[in-house]
């Protein structure tokens, strides 16, 4: 018997999809309703899913940690602990006895089954490993995990900020936010503002000036957003303005969505000057009647300077009622760092091969 099919036998054919022109008018709202509601439905999944194995992992670290120490026994236990747990799961990855060792440290991290409430708990095991290995200090690392659940950083970004000590810049600008806007406002926009700002992925030397410094920060304009914080789009580099008939020339132009307003950036490539912020002001002000919608907050202003005198900056900032921050930005930041801090950090290498370890 032929055991290939007849092409004239009849195949039951699928009725035709209909055209979407001859749906009902309230059918896009439907579909996006639908989507919408199937898409947090799968980030609920992923979340609780995740949420789950942070929970088992915490739990095993616990058994290591409680058993290490009543019978006070070494690693060899735990040598032989994931060679049978990967006997017993032969289809389930992460028993390795480095991850094994990363679950007793999780346990050692967040003692108490609180962690299931903690923002940690929503963060993929990769970035935990991140911050176990990174960060000895518990208030630190609870930071850094909840920044890292706001803005939704990936590993390798989480990675970033942790090596630039972001906590440690977060807010620091000088700025008259507080005189010049309401203290919800203000607030908000301080803790968006850092000091200094790290372009760690700009190549620089001396002979460089603001234009190439402007130009290598459109070049990495990704990078240049993360190191800016949530809620930033780029919006132009050299914006025109015409004032009076006379051609001005903004560096950067960004929009914040989450400030709702523009934000102007000057890049000044020597000490602050408080001259340099007349021309910020003149440019924020174009803005203001140029291109902001009515609906739009006041524009604010950045200055980035290579160094600055703070009590200066504070002063010459007192003059002004429109919202100015002036910041330093520097090429790296690792030459600051403690030496038991640098050691400590593991390469991006090891860190994706440990993921990767069954």
């Given at each position: 018997m032929s055991t290939f099919s007849d092409p004239n036998e009849d195949v039951p054919a699928f009725p035709p999809t209909p055209a979407r022109s001859g749906m009902p008018k309230w059918y896009p709202d439907m579909l996006a309703s639908v989507s919408e509601t199937v898409s947090t439905g799968r980030v609920r999944a992923i979340t609780a899913v995740n949420q789950e194995l942070v929970a088992t992992y915490w739990a095993v670290g616990r058994e290591i940690l409680t058993r290490q120490s009543q019978e006070g026994w070494g690693t060899k236990v735990i040598d032989r602990l994931s060679a049978d747990l990967r006997d017993k799961f032969p289809n389930t990855r992460g028993f390795s006895p480095r991850t094994l060792k990363y679950m007793r440290s999780l346990a050692e991290a967040w003692p108490g089954e609180a962690i299931v409430q903690q923002p940690a708990a929503q963060l993929p095991w990769g970035h935990h490993m991140v911050l176990l290995d990174k960060l000895s200090d518990p208030e630190t690392r609870l930071w850094y995990a909840a920044a890292a659940v706001e803005h939704g950083w990936s590993r390798n970004a989480l990675v970033h900020q942790i090596e630039t000590r972001l906590h440690e810049r977060s807010g620091q600008a000088i700025s008259n936010f507080k005189a010049v806007l309401p203290a919800a406002d203000s607030d908000l926009l301080q803790q968006t503002m850092k000091d200094p700002y790290i372009f760690d992925f700009v190549a620089m030397t001396d002979r460089h000036n603001e234009a190439e410094l402007e130009s290598q920060l459109v070049d990495h304009v990704e990078k240049f957003l993360l190191e800016l914080g949530q809620g930033f789009a780029f919006v132009g580099r050299q914006v025109r303005f015409?004032?009076?008939?006379?051609?001005?020339?903004?560096?950067?132009?960004?929009?914040?969505?989450?400030?709702?307003?523009?934000?102007?950036?000057?890049?000044?490539?020597?000490?602050?000057?408080?001259?340099?912020?007349?021309?910020?002001?003149?440019?924020?002000?174009?803005?203001?009647?140029?291109?902001?919608?009515?609906?739009?907050?006041?524009?604010?202003?950045?200055?980035?300077?290579?160094?600055?005198?703070?009590?200066?900056?504070?002063?010459?900032?007192?003059?002004?009622?429109?919202?100015?921050?002036?910041?330093?930005?520097?090429?790296?930041?690792?030459?600051?760092?403690?030496?038991?801090?640098?050691?400590?950090?593991?390469?991006?290498?090891?860190?994706?091969?440990?993921?990767?370890?069954?």
């Open positions: 015409v004032v009076g008939g006379d051609e001005f020339f903004a560096d950067l132009l960004f929009y914040n969505f989450r400030l709702r307003s523009f934000v102007v950036v000057e890049l000044k490539n020597s000490k602050f000057d408080p001259g340099y912020l007349g021309q910020l002001g003149m440019y924020m002000s174009a803005v203001d009647d140029l291109m902001a919608h009515p609906d739009d907050n006041p524009t604010i202003g950045l200055l980035l300077c290579k160094t600055k005198n703070n009590v200066v900056a504070e002063y010459a900032l007192r003059w002004y009622s429109a919202p100015i921050g002036v910041a330093e930005w520097k090429t790296q930041i690792m030459d600051s760092l403690p030496e038991e801090f640098k050691s400590s950090l593991p390469s991006i290498e090891l860190l994706e091969a440990e993921l990767g370890e069954g």
